[in-house]
């Protein structure tokens, strides 16, 4: 299984930008299928954003399309989100996940094997 690290997250103002950073080891990075999700309190975890083994093809929630950017770097077995004009609705806890059987992007929770433990995202208004 491979292993994830989230960072990156903090507080912004709303219209403001962070990037989230996931660092990747244990297993080859570019095996997996990639997703971000977000978790708000007292609400279901949810599918952010996907991204293929390559990298060619990605996926967005509609909350976010426009706004956010899912990329990965393989060579530095890394996942990132760039997110841009935040929202006091985008505040939760972000998390990246690896999928090591997706033949393509999924935005089910369950699929994924590998999690990490979660970076703040907090947006004021």
Same mark, same amino acid.
Do not use: H
């Given at each position: ?48 954003? *996907?991204?293929? =083994?390559? +990298? ?12 956010? !950017?899912? @990329? ?30 997706? *033949?393509?992007? =999924?935005? +089910? ?12 995202? !907090?947006? @004021?208004?």
């Amino acid at each position: 299984q491979v292993q994830l690290v989230e960072s990156g997250g903090g507080l912004v103002q709303a219209g403001g930008s962070l990037r989230l950073s996931c660092a990747a080891s244990g297993q080859t990075f570019s095996s997996y299928v990639m997703a971000w999700f977000r978790q708000a309190p007292g609400k279901e975890r949810e599918f952010v954003a *996907g991204i293929s =083994r390559s +990298g060619s093809n990605t996926d967005y929630a509609y909350s976010v399309k426009g706004r956010f !950017t899912i @990329s990965r770097d393989n060579a530095k077995n890394t996942l990132y989100l760039q997110m841009n004009s935040l929202r006091p609705e985008d505040m939760a806890v972000y998390y990246c996940a690896a999928c090591w059987t997706c *033949g393509s992007i =999924r935005a +089910g929770t369950g699929v994924y094997s590998s999690w990490g433990q979660g970076t703040q995202v !907090t947006v @004021s208004s």
